[in-house]
T-cell receptor
Framework: DQQVKQNSPSLSVQEGRISILNCDYTNSMFDYFLWYKKYPAEGPTFLISISSIKDKNEDGRFTVFLNKSAKHLSLHIVPSQPGDSAVYFCAASRGGGSNYKLTFGKGTLLTVNP | GAVVSQHPSRVICKSGTSVKIECRSLDFQATTMFWYRQFPKQSLMLMATSNEGSKATYEQGVEKDKFLINHASLTLSTLTVTSAHPEDSSFYIC?????????????FGPGTRLTVL
């Protein structure tokens, strides 16, 4: 049972345009969501996170939107740059007694074309 | 801040030998560290949760006698793959949780590529 789903395995955008990466989850107990960026043969790099008490969090070119009723979150990157090309993982966690374990989606490969 | 290192980055070993992988949080204390495994073109699969000073909690299907985890200090956790076999070949990644009242970010090491011949 996949609790965190990234239904688009890949996305291609033009440099300077907006990249929108989507993520859906099924477990209503998740209360914290994170996005990671990963290059091949490297560990994931933390990008941005959002708590379930918020619906938007912004950090520079990255904005994460959370729609709790739809159990959906998205990562917006604007403007997109060629260096953003990587695999993006959405992750979710429950606080407290669950020991803060992260559940990851399968990732979306973003390619930003010059 | 929030740097996590892993050593070694790459290891090749013979079948039947044991391999130890170290994970260190360099600039923060991590009460909880996590060990993941990633197969090609797949997501990160959590293997176990490691708490400083206590036994690790293993995910379903992960053999605790094969993947020994020790979290001896607030900055160091080790994963030992015992009696390694070719099917254990994978990319192993650790992470450390820098827990705050506001967040739950995990910071990842660069990973260790294990190849068992």
């Amino acid at each position: 049972d996949q609790q965190v789903k990234q239904n688009s395995p890949s996305l291609s955008v033009q440099e300077g345009r907006i990249s929108i990466l989507n993520c859906d989850y099924t477990n209503s107990m998740f209360d914290y969501f994170l996005w990671y960026k990963k290059y091949p043969a490297e560990g994931p790099t933390f990008l941005i996170s959002i708590s379930s008490i918020k619906d938007k969090n912004e950090d520079g070119r990255f904005t994460v939107f959370l729609n709790k009723s739809a159990k959906h979150l998205s990562l917006h990157i604007v403007p997109s740059q060629p260096g953003d090309s990587a695999v993006y993982f959405c992750a979710a966690s429950r606080g407290g007694g669950s020991n803060y374990k992260l559940t990851f989606g399968k990732g979306t490969l973003l390619t930003v074309n010059p | 801040g929030a740097v996590v290192s892993q050593h070694p980055s790459r290891v090749i070993c013979k079948s039947g030998t044991s391999v130890k992988i170290e994970c260190r949080s360099l600039d923060f204390q991590a009460t909880t560290m996590f060990w993941y495994r990633q197969f090609p073109k797949q997501s990160l699969m959590l293997m176990a949760t490691s708490n400083e000073g206590s036994k690790a909690t293993y995910e379903q299907g992960v053999e605790k006698d094969k993947f020994l985890i020790n979290h001896a200090s607030l900055t160091l956790s080790t994963l030992t793959v015992t009696s390694a076999h070719p099917e254990d070949s994978s990319f192993y990644i650790c992470s450390a949780r820098r827990g705050t009242d506001l967040g739950n970010e995990q910071f990842f090491g660069p990973g260790t590529r294990l190849t068992v011949l």
